[in-house]
């Protein structure tokens, strides 16, 4: 790896030769301009310009993948699909993510030359590890914190998402915590609404899982969703910490990398980051970016818990594509950031076992709304079929096997399964 | 308009009935889950729930635009399209952008029941007017800082776009200055790099701009690049502003709307906003959102200009989507927050006549980079054609006409057009 420059891969299509639209990209993306100008020398070029490391030809299509794209004269009706890495000076932008957006994204998806263009990958610079020092708990602080080893932090998201007054807020969240859950988390779209102000939220969450862990011994993590603009994460996050919370949540994609670099630098819980609208930039195959690239970048900023969708979950996206965002998150960036994968939506205990047969590991959130509060005999019941829904999978026994001598298991069978 | 509800326009396609569709985004953004839970009664769906206001068919198509959409057993092979309005209960997320953003786009892009989805457009409440003030100069704003009335503030782009060492571009601005711009910007490439960090970027530039204007009696507006993340913002605006600079630049995308917003509670310049990595969230028409949504945003968080690409420009965007662009910048948000569009990339003399036929206004900043800087008489030349082409396009002039009595437009005709 050089030190001095970055590398990043792309997905591309054009009408032109793959030769030309590299050459096209590198330009924008660092000295060019739409014509020659004075000043623009062949030192400075090879100092400051970005390089086309390699071009790889992948396929042919007889369509343009996106509209716009400028075909040249003596067009033969094919776009030329294919993957390019170019690697950029270091010193163009520093280690900043704000500007390595500009310079690895930058104009590059509305170029006309293009029909295409998705980031695939990039090779986060040590030089980053001076600016950005990552999550401070990721799994082990996480595990600390909610003093479970050996199995997946097994919780649930407040439902309804929105509108639940606050004494039946406090009502349930006692009742998940009598429960025996680790984790229970805000919906995203409950932040600071006026029915129910983050402060009073607070009060209430902290009221019942004080009175659980008097109890129980057991003090659930709350991830208490304090998306907001830059000065409402500093007073929302002191509002949760004060209140003796430990954890919380933002969505990321609300505040931006630098909102959660910011409350990065000052926070004292584990940051629970959401992605919603991340399918705005990556549902297209020939747009945006990949997962990998975007937990990079949130792990740099902070993100202690990176959630990653579920197995067989109500989203479009492959069970192929769930397991890989869950291997990207548990693989180390510049040897740490590390980030505990979360796996959400549509989940129950019947996901557990492809989850753990795929991803192989029990270093994952696994969180169920429906699934563990719908079940019929209760949330204490739906969290006992997640648990052992794991325990089933690590032991390699099958789910039918074990619900045969788990009643909880079988009920949750017989009413989520499909 | 309903003062407690938000309304938000979108494109979708599906492979179920648009009806069906619209009621699973509706539930997904508000109380839903993926199965019926206790607590979700109906008078909380009635007041905190999304509603479905229309749904109108607007076309079909035999295949998917986006990959990983569900079909229903029953599926005929058609996927129809459609434009749906939602309402929103503005007390779930406030007066506030992230927060706004996570319920109007949440998830939705990522349900398995749609295989397209386009955020079209929002109606602002004005309850946002509290919590968002706006741009603070506007277009009467840079109007007053830059002297120029009755036509486009003619400026443009440093270039090479990274890589000039700091002494030739002391001479490129004050070569530039003389050369009577109105307006000057860093690339979006260039920040604070490590070869020209912006406190040395601003000394030179701000030494070369009072020299011009100790000459002239003309301050040139100069947008510094301070993108970075949130205490940069502050740190770098104030070098700006002490060194006596006019005018802030950020990457919009890079900073966020948080970092938008932060950035203008204390500024005390315009602050110019540039939308690279915008390609990304709506080069895909069936998916992320159109410029109009984008643009509401970008002014409510503070941008005083708006780039909206340029007509005959070097990126894929149709003429007429930039018009629409143009326009859409120029219509007031709740009687107010004026914010200037920039038209910029491949602009030169000729691109100024199809601008103003088509958008119909003289209240846009008009860039120019080698359509001024690579003027076959010099960069004075160069401002003066694209000065001259405005003229004659606001008399009616035709631009070869203009041309046979103004040499310098000539020279850039066959310099420029293709």
New interface residues.
């Given amino acids: 790896m050089n030190q001095n420059r970055l590398l990043a891969r792309y997905r591309i299509e054009t009408a032109y030769s793959l030769d030309h639209a590299a050459g096209v990209i590198a330009g924008e993306?660092?000295?060019?301009?739409?014509?020659?100008?004075?000043?623009?020398t062949a030192s400075?070029?090879e100092?400051?310009?970005a390089m086309v490391v390699s071009i790889t030809e992948t396929g042919e299509v007889m369509s343009p993948s996106?509209?716009?794209?400028?075909v040249p004269n003596n067009h033969d009706g094919v776009y030329k699909q294919g993957e390019i890495v170019l690697s950029f000076p270091i010193?163009?932008?520093?280690p900043?993510?704000?500007?390595l957006?500009?310079?690895v994204?930058?104009?590059?998806?509305?170029?006309?030359e293009?029909s295409g263009l998705r980031l695939l990958d990039i090779e986060i610079p040590q030089e980053f590890s001076k600016?950005y020092k990552g999550p401070k708990f990721g799994i082990e602080g996480t595990r600390k914190l909610t003093g479970v080893y050996g199995r997946p932090i097994i919780g649930t998201?407040v439902?309804?998402?929105?509108?639940?007054p606050l004494d039946?807020l406090e009502k349930?969240v006692t009742e998940l915590g009598l429960a025996g859950l680790d984790f229970i988390k805000d919906d995203?779209?409950n932040?600071?609404?006026?029915?129910a102000p983050l402060e009073k939220r607070v009060e209430v969450v902290m009221r019942a899982i004080n009175h659980v862990a008097d109890k129980t011994g057991k003090k659930v993590m709350y991830a208490f969703n304090i998306?907001?603009?830059?000065?409402?994460l500093k007073r929302n996050h002191d509002i949760v910490v004060k209140a003796g919370g430990n954890c919380v949540m933002v969505?990321i994609?609300?505040?931006?990398?630098?909102?959660l670099?910011?409350l990065n630098?000052f926070s004292e819980v584990p940051i629970h980051g959401h992605r919603?609208?991340?399918?705005?930039?990556t549902?297209?195959?020939?747009?945006?970016?990949e997962f990998t690239v975007y937990q990079k970048l949130c792990r740099l900023a902070g993100a202690d818990h990176m959630h990653v969708?579920g197995l067989n979950g109500?989203?479009?996206?492959?069970n192929e594509s769930v397991v890989r965002s869950i291997k990207a998150c548990l693989e180390p960036i510049l040897d740490g950031y590390s980030s505990m994968p979360v796996v959400s939506?549509?989940q129950w205990a019947g996901t557990a076992t492809d989850t753990f047969k795929a991803a192989e590991t029990v270093d994952v959130m696994h969180l169920a709304?429906?699934?563990i509060?719908?079940h019929p005999d209760g949330a204490a019941a739906g969290f006992e079929s997640m648990r052992l829904a794991w325990e089933a999978a690590v032991q390699g026994n099958s789910l039918d096997n074990y619900a045969n001598k788990h009643d909880v298991l079988k009920k949750a069978i017989d009413k989520?399964s499909k």
Same sequence: chains 1, 2.
Avoid: H
């Fill in positions: 993306q660092s000295t060019g301009t739409f014509i020659s100008v004075p000043g623009e400075l070029k100092r400051f310009g996106l509209p716009g794209g400028e010193e163009n932008f520093g900043s993510i704000p500007n957006l500009s310079a994204a930058g104009n590059l998806s509305e170029l006309q293009l600016a998201i439902k309804p998402s929105i509108g639940l039946q349930l995203e779209l932040s600071n609404p006026a029915f998306t907001g603009d830059i000065e409402e969505s994609n609300s505040v931006g990398y630098t909102g670099t910011y630098k919603n609208q991340w399918g705005m930039l549902r297209c195959p020939m747009l945006g970016m969708n109500k989203f479009y996206e492959s939506s549509g709304g429906g699934g509060l719908a989520f």
